[in-house]
């Protein structure tokens, strides 16, 4: 099963509705950072895959999305670039929205998190291979530093992958953009529109 849909987008972009408008669509299934927390022993698959591509070492992206027709989020925005030279059919969406509003997002969610997992152990993981190292060049705390990194991403995923290819998306703009490029029909039923502050929580850390 090959991915059909790439998610370029960083966490905290409208990524958890934008997956689960795609299973809607008809991908089945959509791979999150959701699927890592919640399946023991993926996050160490996925380490191993970060650390290989670092070295410049092939990884068996079959095997990673075994099951998957779609994938957003991290781990795979970080991949987006080898992954769209390996599924070259398959089509990219990138999720934007205001860049300081988004920092704002994600400090209080995602690298709340992580700040507090650095604290508590001080050994590489995920967090900080992925979103500390890949999506902040290993700074979160400064805020201008964070929106300037996030708009080079933006900038440099449209300049790599061919335009008929990629959709820069808002979540906010609903289905008939996504429909559109895609070629599906818009659904008979209302946008997913979830993972609030407080539904991050919950969805990810059961609110503790």
């Known amino acids: 099963m090959a991915l059909a849909v790439i998610g370029a987008g960083y966490g905290r972009t409208g990524t958890l509705s934008l997956k689960q408008a795609l299973e809607a669509l008809g991908y089945d299934r959509c791979h999150h950072m959701y699927e890592v927390i919640n399946n023991p022993g993926e996050d160490q698959d996925w380490m191993a895959a970060t650390l290989a591509t670092a070295r410049g070492e092939p990884v068996d992206w079959e095997r990673m999305y075994a099951g998957y027709q779609a994938a957003v989020d991290w781990p795979t925005c970080h991949f987006y670039r080898e992954l769209a030279a390996y599924y070259p059919q398959a089509k990219v969406v990138l999720t934007?929205?205001?860049?300081?509003?988004?920092?704002?997002?994600?400090?209080?969610?995602?690298?709340?998190?992580?700040?507090?997992?650095?604290?508590?152990?001080?050994?590489?993981?995920?967090?900080?291979?992925?979103?500390?190292?890949g999506g902040f060049d290993g700074n979160i705390d400064d805020a201008d530093h964070a929106v300037a990194k996030f708009n080079r991403h933006t900038q440099e995923v449209i300049d790599s992958i061919e335009p008929q290819r990629l959709l820069v998306y808002e979540v906010?703009?609903?289905?008939?953009?996504?429909?559109?490029?895609?070629?599906?029909?818009?659904?008979?039923?209302?946008?997913?529109?979830?993972?609030?502050?407080?539904?991050?929580?919950?969805?990810?850390?059961?609110n503790r």
Do not use: H
Request: aromatic residues 10%; contains cysteine.
């Open 96 to 133: 934007v929205r205001d860049p300081a509003g988004w920092y704002d997002s994600i400090s209080n969610t995602t690298l709340r998190v992580i700040r507090q997992a650095m604290k508590a152990n001080r050994e590489p993981n995920l967090g900080t291979e992925l979103v500390v190292k």
């Open 172 to 206: 906010s703009q609903g289905w008939e953009p996504l429909c559109a490029f895609l070629g599906k029909p818009v659904p008979d039923q209302p946008f997913p529109r979830i993972n609030s502050r407080d539904e991050f929580d919950e969805i990810f850390f059961g």
